[in-house]
């Protein structure tokens, strides 16, 4: 098993962040030709996810989190899990709606992604600006 870790800096707003082009630079680098690769991000407060952006669906992506996860927690009462900046809790429910996980195929030494399709980090936590993903190829 091949395996690597990216470092993404966030910054301090809620963010997507296409990780595409340092996926197909890792799997470049491993000479991967065919296997699975696993993405990773071992983090409470963030996930990974594939989804087309630079057409808007990043920000749409976080527009539905924040009105599926709002600020002021559900119904306006906050959130049991309080440190951190305000709203922090949301946080650390984002993984149980997108993954800190994903598998994909990898054929012809690249992921076996759709047209539009693009591999992403979401972060919705302003508190952490520095964030790392786990790559991992297993040759097919």
Known sequence: METT???????????????????????????????LLSVFVPHATAGVAVLETGAG?????????????????PQGEGWR??????????DHV???????SLVLPVLDGRPALGT????????????????TVRLSFVRG
């Open 5 to 35: 870790t990216l470092a993404v800096r966030t910054g301090g707003d809620e963010r997507v962040v296409d990780l595409t082009a340092r996926v197909e630079e890792a799997l470049d680098d491993w000479g991967a030709a065919e296997g």
């Open 57 to 73: 669906s990043d920000e749409d992506l976080l527009r539905a989190l924040r009105d599926v996860l709002p600020a002021a927690g």
């Open 81 to 90: 899990h309080a440190h951190g900046s305000p709203g922090h809790g949301r």
């Open 94 to 100: 984002l993984p149980a709606l997108v993954s800190p």
């Open 116 to 131: 539009w399709q693009s591999v992403c980090l979401v972060d919705t936590n302003r508190d952490n600006a520095d964030r």
